[in-house]
């Protein structure tokens, strides 16, 4: 079975440029979160959504977003890209969002951005 | 809110000799913890987890970690370490169940080298 796939896996953008992150979670799983993880650090939350709703937001400013479409899929959304933006950008998918099942989160092999 | 600290961001140990990667969580409620592991350029692989029942967990590559919850410990340890488990290690923690929606808290990642 595939596991969690992002796309793209490397990006270069410009300050103050928009750019569009994806994933696809595990068949199956209806759970997606996103992190950030800045180089010697380890990720930051995020985002969480569960069927299509957004159940969790991390400090994050509101020039990320993200959704979620009717097949699990997910977007992450950043507008206005700064040099601290640049960083991995991490989707897990686990089966639910946290009232019951499966708590075990599985990512997936990130997004690289570079924003100059 | 909870946080967790990885107090050594790198340990070197000699292959075949032993090594303990430790952990240290705060939460005022009852948390879910896991390990994972992050080899260079790639996502994270969840090494082990404890939900609950027995402290001491185990994965299927001699790793174990023991859950201590009046030192608010999870160290990870492996009694003979390979070259190849060289790479990031990363401890997270996340709320308990009906939390509703739950997010990971990673510590900072301690890196173990093997040295030959």
């Known amino acids: 079975d595939a596991g969690v796939t992002q796309s793209p896996t490397h990006l270069i953008k410009t300050r103050g440029q928009h750019v569009t992150l994806r994933c696809s979670p595990i068949s199956g799983h209806k759970s997606v979160s996103w992190y950030q993880q800045v180089l010697g650090q380890g990720p930051q939350f995020i985002f969480q959504y569960y069927e299509k709703e957004e159940r969790g937001r991390g400090n994050f400013p509101d020039r990320f977003s993200a959704r979620q479409f009717p097949n699990y899929s997910s977007e992450l959304n950043v507008n206005a890209l700064l040099l601290g933006d640049s960083a991995l950008y991490l989707c897990?998918?686990?089966?639910?969002?946290?009232?019951?099942?499966?708590?075990?989160?599985?990512f997936g092999p990130g997004t690289r951005l570079t924003v100059t | 809110a909870q946080s967790v600290t990885q107090l050594d961001s790198q340990v070197p140990v000699f292959e075949e000799a032993p090594v303990e990667l430790r952990c240290n969580y705060s939460?005022?409620?009852?948390?879910?913890l896991f390990w994972y592991v992050q080899y260079p350029n790639q996502g994270l692989q969840l090494l082990l987890k404890y939900l609950s029942g027995s402290t001491l967990v185990e994965s299927i590559n001699g790793f174990e970690a023991e859950f201590n919850k009046s030192q608010t410990s999870f160290h990870l340890r492996k009694p003979s370490v390979h070259i190849s488990d060289t790479a990031e290690y990363f401890c997270?923690?996340?709320?308990?169940?009906?939390?509703?929606?739950?997010?990971?808290?990673f510590g900072t990642g301690t890196r173990l080298k093997v040295l030959a």
């Open positions: 897990a998918s686990s089966l639910a969002s946290g009232t019951g099942g499966s708590y075990e989160q599985y």
């Open positions: 939460s005022s409620v009852s948390v879910y």
């Open positions: 997270a923690v996340t709320k308990g169940v009906g939390s509703g929606t739950y997010k990971y808290i």
